[in-house]
């Protein structure tokens, strides 16, 4: 679970971009502070037939966690392809900074789904905390003024000191 104050810091943050955005122009779906969560891994649909074997797998693969630590460092847009050559915003999210324990936490997520036919995303990862999700975005320069007061943020650490598998997608 995220520190109060980092959650906080993070509301913070999204309250100033919400007021750049127009609903008329853009899609932005805020996510709202109680499902503050790090995202460590992205996965392509998974099948209905799958998912109790792939939250049995991750369970044990994020069971007896060791404590280690994470910073919760700037705001990022995450962009992907737009099928048309160029790059559109999916998300807004704070960069979680890479802990030797986050990269083991992940290679054990990986490693459990190994075997379950479970498709892994191709897009390369982050771990990051959702801010919103997008659907229609249009970068304006109210919002660039906005996001670059956010963009090197220090919005806090984290200790994590135990995963909690809750669902694959924190929207539903």
């Not at 503050?36 to 099948?47: D, G, N």
């Not at 069971?63 to 630590?69: G, I, S």
């Not at 737009?82 to 559109?88: A, L, S, V």
């Not at 324990?101 to 290679?107: K, M, P």
Request: hydrophobic share 40%.
């Amino acid at each position: 679970e995220l520190s109060t104050g980092v959650c906080n810091q993070l509301q913070q943050a999204a309250a100033a971009l919400k007021k750049t955005t127009n609903p008329l122009h853009m899609q932005v779906f805020w996510v709202p502070p109680n499902f503050a969560h790090i995202s460590l891994l992205y996965t392509v649909r998974i099948r209905e037939d799958l998912q109790a074997g792939v939250t049995e797998a991750l369970r044990g693969a994020v069971a007896d966690v060791e404590p280690f630590n994470v910073k919760v460092r700037g705001l990022s847009l995450h962009e992907e392809d737009d099928g048309e050559g160029g790059q559109k915003v999916k998300a807004i999210w704070a960069r979680v900074t890479e802990a030797d324990g986050l990269g083991d936490l992940r290679t054990r997520m990986r490693a459990s789904l190994a075997d379950l036919n479970v498709q892994l995303d191709d897009l390369e990862f982050s771990p990051h905390v959702p801010i919103a999700l997008v659907d229609q975005f249009r970068n304006t320069r109210e919002f660039n003024s906005a996001f670059v007061e956010w963009q090197d943020q220090d919005f806090g650490d984290v200790t994590v000191q135990a995963v909690l598998l809750k669902k694959s997608n924190p929207l539903q």
